[in-house]
């Protein structure tokens, strides 16, 4: 079970951080990511991190002002987001897989949270 936390409305250049608590499973098995899904749009790709935390993966738009991290011992998965922007507002949702690699496809994603909503107001 993924649980998210830390959503809420923010303003334009504020930075937060959403917290993905873990249980029922190996957490440090699972590679794991944070996807996001605005209001009228598709779910789409925010970041990902390897089961070891040694490595991560972001989408291209969001480089520089995300970072992805992750506490094994605590099974927890972190998203830090400085610099918020009004088009950063979503529901955002952690997710986890048991396959390697990076594109993992959405489909191949087995745990998911409820999702938690970040607003930026500018």
Not at 84 to 100: G, Q
Request: charged share 20%; glycine share 10%; with cysteine.
């Amino acid at each position: 079970q993924l649980v998210e936390s830390g959503g809420r409305l923010v303003q334009t250049g504020d930075s937060l951080r959403l917290d993905c608590t873990a249980s029922g499973g190996d957490f440090s098995y699972y590679a794991m990511a944070w996807f996001r899904q605005a209001s009228g749009q598709e779910r789409e790709f925010v970041a990902a991190i390897a089961w070891s935390g040694g490595s991560s993966n972001y989408a291209d738009s969001l480089k520089g002002r995300f970072t992805i991290s992750r506490d094994n011992a605590e099974n927890t998965l972190y998203l830090q987001m400085n610099n918020l922007k009004p088009e950063d507002t979503a529901i955002y949702y952690c997710a986890a897989t048991a396959v390697r690699g990076w594109g993992v496809p959405e489909d191949e994603y087995e745990s998911w949270g409820q999702g938690t909503q970040v607003t930026v107001s500018s």
